[in-house]
């Protein structure tokens, strides 16, 4: 018998060794939290162990918070992935380390890159032993910590358990631990089990660096939406003594995602991980990419192990706006003004408004030239082409930097567009070009037709799906042709039948085809393929909404019939057929050509005689004369058709057992003789010995039958028998029943 030992309290004692967490080595075990006590001597009453430090945790001010115990950094909040296996829990830590936006952690802008989840020992140290659901520290910081267990980053290896002869291991197959945090007890559950995930990360131990930033702030100004600024350079040094470990240089704040720090600059840190020497520095570069307008702050927040300033944050600051850009083109002058104020072009021709502002621009054009037109240019995320149309006021909303041309001319001719049915023309009505100015025009189809021929002044440029008209000096047309496109479907058929149509046939886009499938008399359509793909032995199918080539091709088979062999009576046997088919026996029925000669045999069993054949079933060929007597029975199959067998077991027999044919028997020795025999052959038998057919010797005339079913002759091979290998043994009963063996034996020396 094997008894299961429970080693839980083993394993949370053992969690408890004072083990540092950031060195590894040797330290004083510290004490549990439990301050009840229920006897002398007990944990309440001795509260022994290295005291817990006054503040127990710090808020680090962005979604973490240090444990001063452990020196352990944990999220704030306690459940920011719901509950998950073992496996996917890994999972998810690893990618909330790239992805940290994509998951609701309250409070969570530190950006940290080294998450993971905590082994057995890091969750216990969590654990007040004098607290309930939670059973966390009195004044802990964290949030929606959930009454339920969490997963370790610990796999368990294996359990002990007993035997009647000792102590034995006894693997256990995908298990991990988990600490519950509403009673603090360790458990080891499967890991497809659903449990809660918490990350944690190791924060560099403190050293005696002294970190120092220049410079101390930074102002990008304003910055276009979506636009990133010039990179600013900021120098990390460390002054000493000692080491300056960083352990990650990011940003925080409300607007941190919109700051992005790299290595570079003069002396490009070693990633945003560097080790520096003391009296050594190494520069980042800070970019800003305002996301929306207003103002954006934030802080370059660098995290390390100085002494003084374990996490270190230097003001970064800027402002999103959109900048609207106005260029004034062609042979003409003039100026553009806006409202709200900030573009006068004349001279000023660029303003930086907020994003979201509605800005109205109006063309003047100078005496002697025409105000043709705005041309829309530039990052325009809001506005088509058709948003400033004809020569009036143009009003953007902008939101990000954007540019509006401004068209001036001392002349103007017209461009006159047309087109016919199928296709369509951009611009479709007659445009006013300046002299010297351009206009470009769009030429398509629509769905399911192509262009023809495209005429400029009644001269073709060919098929072309655009055509600019430039430096304009004199009226013109441009005439677009189209028409609707044809499909060939290519139909076919085997041999045996016919389609209709057959051939190529043209068909418009959009139209449908019918095809009719009709086999030759006695045959049947065997499958159908439209475009290579199989519809099934269907008798017409129709092609709809045309809009490609097609093929379709049927292909036909002969008519089948099946044939059916059963049998009867109180026998056994099989019955075969030629053509092959039928092995009945197992396979009793086969399906066979229209107008198919099947020719079937039967051969019955030991024991069994075959009487003949019984015709049944749709016969329309034959009558019950067809097939006489015990011969071959030959069917012509143009319908459906079965024939019964009839076997009836035989009243008495006898059978050779051995020899039976490749015995080698020496003279001089014994050989058993046997045979079989079913009902009542007769009380005796005779047993003759034959060699190449001929009879040689007498054995016995008076043997017994045996009983049973099956007898044996004692035959004493006489020492000068004549050699051969073509002997025989034949054995007839009294009743009249003979048998001899299938094959001849040998008489060897």
């Known amino acids: 018998m094997t008894r299961k030992i429970v080693i839980g309290s083993c394993i949370v004692l053992m969690a408890l060794i004072g083990v540092s967490f950031s060195s590894g080595q040797l330290a004083q075990l510290w004490k549990t939290g439990q301050s009840a006590t229920y006897s002398t001597g007990d944990d309440g009453n001795l509260q022994t162990g290295a005291a817990w430090p006054a503040t127990r945790f710090t808020d680090n001010a962005d979604g973490t918070a240090t444990d001063n115990l452990t020196g352990l950094m944990w999220l704030k909040d306690a459940n920011c992935f719901a509950l998950q296996s073992w496996s996917n829990a890994l999972s998810k830590v690893a990618d909330f380390n790239l992805h940290p936006g994509t998951y609701s952690c309250s409070g969570y802008a530190a950006g940290y890159d080294d998450w993971r989840l905590p082994n057995r020992k890091e969750l216990l140290s969590l654990i007040d032993r004098s607290q309930w659901n939670p059973a966390l520290p009195a004044g802990h910081l964290f949030v929606n910590v959930q009454n339920n267990s969490y997963w370790s980053n610990s796999g368990l290896l294996a359990s002990w358990a007993t035997t009647s002869g000792g102590w034995s291991t006894i693997g256990v197959s995908g298990a991990a631990w988990t600490v519950s945090l509403s009673s603090g007890i360790a458990d080891k559950p499967n890991m497809t089990s659903s449990y809660a995930v918490w990350p944690v990360r190791s924060v560099i131990t403190a050293g005696t660096a002294t970190l120092m930033v220049s410079p101390q702030s930074a102002d990008f100004g304003s910055v276009d939406v979506r636009v990133a600024s010039a990179p600013q350079e900021f120098v990390i040094e460390n002054s000493g003594p000692g080491d300056l470990a960083i352990s990650s240089i990011g940003t925080a704040g409300s607007n941190a995602t919109m700051f992005r720090v790299s ?66 083109t062609g042979t003409g002058t003039g100026t553009v003004t ?18 979201n502002t509605m800005v109205t621009l109006t063309a003047a054009a100078d005496n002697g030239s025409t105000f043709t037109g705005w041309t829309l240019g530039g990052g325009w995320s809001t506005i ?11 009003t953007v909303t902008i939101s990000a930097a954007q540019a509006v ?61 655009a055509y600019l008209f430039s430096n304009v000096s004199a009226n013109h047309t441009i005439a677009a042709s189209f028409a609707i496109n044809t499909y060939t479907i290519t139909a076919s058929a085997g041999s045996m039948g016919t389609i209709s149509p057959s051939g190529p046939v043209s068909v418009n886009y959009g139209g449908s085809q019918t095809y009719t499938m009709t086999p030759s008399a006695g045959y049947k359509v065997a499958d159908v393929l439209v475009d290579g793909v199989s519809k099934g032995a269907v008798g017409s199918y129709t092609f709809s909404s045309v809009s490609a080539d097609h093929t379709i091709a049927a292909s036909f088979s002969p008519n089948t019939y099946t044939l059916t062999v059963t049998k009867s009576g109180s026998g056994s046997g099989t019955v075969t057929s030629s053509p092959a088919g039928i092995q009945c026996g197992t396979d009793c029925s086969e399906a066979y050509g229209q107008n198919a000669l099947v020719t079937l045999s039967a051969a019955s069993d030991t024991g069994s005689v075959f009487m003949g054949w019984t015709l049944g079933g749709a016969w329309s060929s034959f009558s019950s004369s067809s097939c006489p007597g015990t011969g071959p029975c030959t069917v012509t199959m ?112």
């Not at 409202?339 to 994003?355: F, K, M, W």
């Not at 088509?384 to 143009?394: A, D, F, Y």
């Not at 189809?445 to 072309?464: A, E, F, I, K, R």
């Not at 005779?686 to 040689?696: A, F, P, S």
């Open 263 to 328: 290595a570079g600059g003069a002396d490009p840190c070693t990633g945003l991980s560097p080790i520096l020497a003391e009296n050594t520095s190494c520069t980042v570069l800070v970019t800003f990419t305002p996301a929306s307008g207003g103002a954006k702050t934030a802080s370059l927040k660098i995290v390390s192990n100085a002494p003084a300033t374990p996490i270190y944050q230097v003001p970064l600051i800027g402002s999103g706006v959109a900048t609207l850009s106005v260029m004034k």
């Open 338 to 355: 806006s409202v709200p104020a900030g573009i006068s072009c004349g001279t000023d021709c660029t303003e930086a408004y907020a994003p």
């Open 384 to 394: 088509g082409s058709g948003s400033c149309p004809g020569t009036g006021s143009c």
């Open 405 to 465: 041309s401004a068209n001036f001319s001392l002349g103007a001719f017209t461009l006159t567009p047309s087109v016919s049915t199928g296709g369509s023309i951009t611009p479709v009505s007659t445009v006013t070009v300046p002299a010297g100015g351009s206009q470009r025009f769009l030429l398509g189809p629509n769905p399911g037709y192509h262009t023809v021929d495209v005429l400029v002044d009644g001269v073709s440029v060919g098929v072309v799906s």
């Open 638 to 749: 143009n319908t459906a058709q079965t024939v019964v067998a009839s076997f009836n077991l035989i009243s008495a027999g006898l059978t050779v057992v051995s020899p039976n044919g490749g015995e080698l028997v020496r003279r001089g020795s014994t050989y058993v003789i046997g045979w079989s025999y079913i009902g009542n052959p007769g009380a005796t038998v005779k047993i003759e010995l034959l060699k190449g057919g001929v009879v040689k010797k007498s054995l016995t005339t008076t043997a017994a039958v045996g009983s049973n079913g099956t007898g044996t002759f004692n035959w004493i091979i006489a020492k000068n028998q004549t050699l051969g290998t073509d002997y025989t043994i034949r054995i007839s009963s009294a009743g009249g029943f003979t048998d001899s063996s299938n094959g001849s034996f040998t008489i060897t020396k």
